[in-house]
């Protein structure tokens, strides 16, 4: 839905923008799971509540929240190694959670949008 409000033309943006729109608002309280777009540097686990996509074609979407406990967890139980591992080869992570409000952005010719959750859950694999 993003795709057509983003590169719409300029009588139809508006149309797929309300689209989208509704679509988020029954999004509130679902569980979502992004693609595997995000690079999450090992300091930022600990500190960070703002993830933007490193991936060109992905930076659209914005996620908010604190990280949920049980990924904090699972990154201080990997072990320095692993630590290690992360900050060298950038691997990228999924998120998840629930989300609790959304923010559409237009500044200019940017657009994005903003989700908030109520936690967020980094995975590096799909179990």
């Not at 991936?55 to 630590?83: A, C, R, T």
């Not at 994005?112 to 179990?127: A, P, Q, R």
Request: aromatic share 14%; charged share 30%; hydrophobic share 35%.
């Amino acid at each position: 839905m993003y795709d057509k409000w983003d590169c719409g033309l300029f009588g139809s943006r508006k149309l797929c923008e309300d689209r989208l729109y509704r679509l988020l608002v029954e999004m509130i309280d679902a569980d979502i799971l992004t693609g595997r777009d995000y690079n999450i540097p090992v300091k930022n686990v600990y500190e960070k509540n703002y993830y933007s996509s490193d991936l060109y074609n992905q930076k659209w979407l914005h996620i908010h929240g604190p990280v949920d406990e049980s990924s904090i967890k699972k990154f201080k139980e990997s072990g320095i190694d692993y630590m290690k591992q992360v900050e060298k080869n950038k691997n990228l992570y999924f998120l998840s959670g629930k989300i609790k409000k959304f923010r559409i952005v237009k500044d200019g010719f940017e657009r994005s949008i903003h989700l908030y959750l109520e936690s967020v859950i980094i995975t590096d694999s799909i179990k």
